[in-house]
């Protein structure tokens, strides 16, 4: 009978959560600017005064999506930002990624509880978050199911807990719009990378262009518009 191949216990399934409240130590201090919600479940290391933006896109990116959020993602490390993004498919797990490897701070917010994990897939991403000191964060209580409204929920979350939000790539109905539109009702910076030449035809970069038609968005074609946002998300981390 061939042997059987336990995984062994790792960062995700040991590390202890904790739950936290408005007012109380480590509480992040942006959240409690945005209507806090009364409980935060926390798994890792959560500063209060943490520096934070939120870098969100679609589950299906192509190529354009995948090097614009990993080139993004290591600029705002190099400036000492954690990344905030949800633990999903496509985008959000480049995220992550693109901040570990850079060897900065990442924080996922789940639209689950902190005892479940979703996607399921993303196991071995959420020990390395938590192996390098980031942390897992969630509205929900231990038990608690999913439905659709989780997503929105968590949504919310992210871009509270930053000072901008960065959409790297999504389509016209995709779910990243809700955290868009959270971090304009937040007063929190909102930026778009804009696709150009035939990347501007995909189907998911179409909501980067209708989010740039918007007033106060802030527009990322190339390089040589980092020191603005670089720039507008230093002012909006004093004034905070």
């Known amino acids: ?39 935060l479940w926390v798994k890792g290391e959560l500063p209060a005064q943490m520096r934070g933006v939120t870098c969100v896109g679609t589950r299906k990116p192509t190529r354009w999506g995948r090097v614009v959020t990993e080139r993004i993602v ?16 496509g985008i959000d797990a480049l995220a992550h990624e693109a901040a570990l490897d850079a060897g900065g701070h990442t ?9 479940q994990l979703y ?39 992210q871009s509270g807990l930053s000072v901008g939000t960065v959409v ?9 719009l809700h955290t868009a539109r959270f971090a ?15 990347y501007a035809l995909e189907t998911q970069s179409q909501g980067n262009l209708e989010l740039l038609e918007q007033p106060g968005s802030l527009v990322l074609r190339s390089r040589e518009d980092y020191p603005e946002l670089l720039g507008r998300l230093r002012e909006l981390s004093i004034s905070a």
């Open 74 to 89: 290591r600029r705002l490390v190099e400036e000492g930002y954690s990344i905030v993004s949800g633990l999903a498919l």
């Open 107 to 115: 924080v996922a917010v789940l639209p689950c509880s902190i005892d």
């Open 168 to 176: 790297m790539q999504c389509a016209k109905d995709s779910g990243t």
């Open 184 to 198: 304009q009702e937040q007063g929190r910076l909102l930026c778009a990378a804009k696709p150009q030449g035939r």
């Open 1 to 39: 009978m061939p042997e059987i191949k336990r995984r062994q216990p790792g960062a995700y399934a040991t590390s202890p959560f904790q739950m936290i409240q408005p007012g109380a130590e480590g509480y992040p201090e942006r959240l409690q600017h945005i209507d806090a919600p009364p409980d």
């Open 119 to 157: 996607p399921k897939c993303h196991r071995d991403l959420a020990e390395r978050i938590l192996a390098s000191g980031g942390a897992l964060v969630s509205l929900f209580a231990p038990g608690s199911k999913m439905n659709r409204g989780s997503f929105i929920r968590r949504n919310r979350i």
